[in-house]
């Protein structure tokens, strides 16, 4: 399983939903993980975005699937990024 770092920006139309369903945020965490990514930790932040989420997922083809899902319903943009544990990296980096 591959870790992955999103850094998502609410529309204006996902800004009125939230406002409107503040609960849609645990939805989609709940649609997330039927599509194959576990959310394993969620902030909400300040700045250009307005969450950050860690992920767990299978593949790249898993988080980006579920990204174009999120994606065509027009509501958030999402920045993805796959994570490497410093350790796994350093160990690599002494091969």
């Given at each position: 399983m591959g870790i992955y770092v999103?850094?998502?920006?609410l529309t204006d139309e996902g800004a009125e939903t939230l406002k409107?369903?503040?609960?849609?945020?645990?939805?989609?965490?709940?649609?997330?993980e039927r599509m194959g990514v576990k959310v394993l930790q969620q902030y909400v932040v300040f700045g250009e975005y307005d969450f950050v989420n860690i992920?767990?997922?299978?593949?790249?083809?898993?988080?980006?699937?579920?990204?174009?899902?999120?994606?065509?319903r027009g509501?958030?943009?999402?920045?993805?990024?796959p994570?490497?544990?410093?350790?796994?990296?350093l160990e690599a980096l002494k091969k």
């Open positions: 999103i850094l998502s920006r409107e369903k503040p609960e849609r945020v645990k939805e989609v965490n709940q649609e997330l992920v767990e997922a299978p593949d790249n083809i898993t988080v980006m699937k579920a990204m174009v899902e999120l994606a065509s509501t958030i943009r999402t920045v993805t990024m994570a490497v544990p410093v350790d796994e990296f």
